[in-house]
């Protein structure tokens, strides 16, 4: 079982960037590949981003790829997600989430994963 707790949303202008962090509790981090997932008003949850359990594999969605960074810090059980030249339709709730499949299967699926945190709401004006 792992938690996880999302943090750093927040309003920001069109060319802003934003860091979230996802911190996660338990000592069986690095079993875990994670994801980042977002869901705007009225939309799918769909997949932003997700790091390999050692953090030398990323993956990213077309719509985020060349602006948004993931990366992880196993020593402090802890996920980011760097966003810059944040665009209006960045706007969502982000969330965190783990997988203990190892591999790739479902990466950029909600099915693919086993935990989810609470969400960070990112607004982002033009």
């Known amino acids: 079982q792992v938690q996880l707790v999302e943090s750093g949303g927040g309003l920001v202008q069109a060319g802003d960037s934003l860091r979230l962090a996802c911190a996660a509790s338990?000592?069986?981090?690095?079993?875990?590949?994670m994801g980042w997932f977002r869901q705007a008003p009225g939309k799918e949850r769909e997949f932003v981003a997700v790091?390999?359990?050692?953090?030398?594999?990323?993956y990213y969605a077309d719509s985020v790829k060349g602006r948004f960074t993931i990366s992880r810090d196993n020593a402090k059980n802890t996920v980011y997600l760097q966003m810059n030249s944040l665009k209006p339709e960045d706007t969502a709730v982000y969330y965190c989430?783990?997988?203990?499949?190892?591999?790739?299967?479902?990466?950029?699926?909600?099915?693919?994963?086993?935990?989810w945190g609470q969400g960070t709401q990112v607004t982002v004006s033009s």
């Open positions: 989430a783990a997988r203990r499949t190892p591999g790739y299967g479902d990466y950029d699926s909600k099915v693919g994963y086993d935990y």
């Open positions: 338990g000592r069986t981090f690095t079993m875990y590949g």
């Open positions: 790091i390999s359990r050692g953090g030398g594999n990323t």
